[in-house]
């Protein structure tokens, strides 16, 4: 049930966009999305559920296709504090618990 | 603003040890889970409670057993200890006030075990 994330890593200057994708084999309810720094605890970002509400972060955006049981997250003019390691987890319809991703290793240089 | 707490924050063991790992969350939060990170990996969720009572589990070993408390607190127990238990281990709570789907759940900083 892990959903696959893709790409794996990334390399960004400041000031550039990057898309992650999280792809699920499994109808969903909703998906999260979490930025996590080294050794820290996994913060969160957004939150999609199915029917196309959002909510989460102001400067981040993201998508949710439920038939193609897929979601993107948009980071646009990156930043420095951008870099770390972004998870999705999803919510499976009938799941009780959220499954995370493969997880993107982004890395924002000056 | 409050936040989950974790204690210990580290913890070293010996194989065959026991260890107990200690979440409190979010004041008003009823909801709370507990996860599994190995190097370079996702979390792995193990198991939650809602309101005092087992909600799901995961991947959680039969060493390892765990128990929500009248004030909302949560104790992970760890038996047997391996070598390959040495992981981080999160907390995260949400409110409950919404279906589980719906909700942000959030980390603590989580407790770095070791084992020796």
């Known amino acids: 049930q892990q959903p696959v994330q893709s790409p794996q890593a990334v390399i960004l200057r400041e000031g550039e966009d990057a898309v992650i994708n999280c792809s699920s084999s499994?109808?969903?309810?909703?998906v999260h999305w979490y930025r996590q720094k080294h050794g820290e605890a996994p913060v969160f970002l957004m939150i999609?559920?199915?029917?196309?509400e959002q909510k989460g972060h102001e400067k981040i955006s993201a998508s949710f296709n439920e038939k193609k049981q897929q979601s993107s997250l948009y980071l646009t003019a990156s930043q420095l504090s951008y870099s770390g390691t972004y998870f999705c987890?999803?919510?499976?319809?009938?799941?009780?618990?959220?499954?995370f991703g493969t997880g993107t290793r982004l890395t924002v240089i000056p | 603003a409050a936040g989950v707490i974790q204690s210990p924050r580290h913890l070293i063991k010996e194989k065959r040890e026991t260890a107990t790992l200690k979440c409190y969350p979010i004041p008003r939060h009823d909801t709370v889970y507990w996860y599994q990170q190995g190097p370079g990996q996702d979390p792995q969720f193990l198991i939650s409670f809602y309101e005092k009572m087992q909600s799901d589990k995961g991947s959680i070993p039969d060493r390892f057993s765990a128990q929500q408390f009248s004030d909302y607190h949560s104790e992970l127990n760890m038996s047997s200890l391996e070598l390959g238990d040495s992981a981080l281990y999160f907390c995260?709570?949400?409110?409950?006030?919404?279906?589980?789907?719906?909700?942000?759940?959030?980390f603590g900083p989580g407790t770095r075990l070791l084992v020796l």
């Open positions: 999609l559920l199915k029917g196309g």
């Open positions: 995260a709570s949400s409110p409950g006030l919404a279906g589980e789907q719906e909700e942000t759940q959030y």
């Open positions: 499994k109808a969903l309810y909703s």
């Open positions: 987890g999803t919510w499976g319809l009938g799941a009780n618990n959220l499954f």
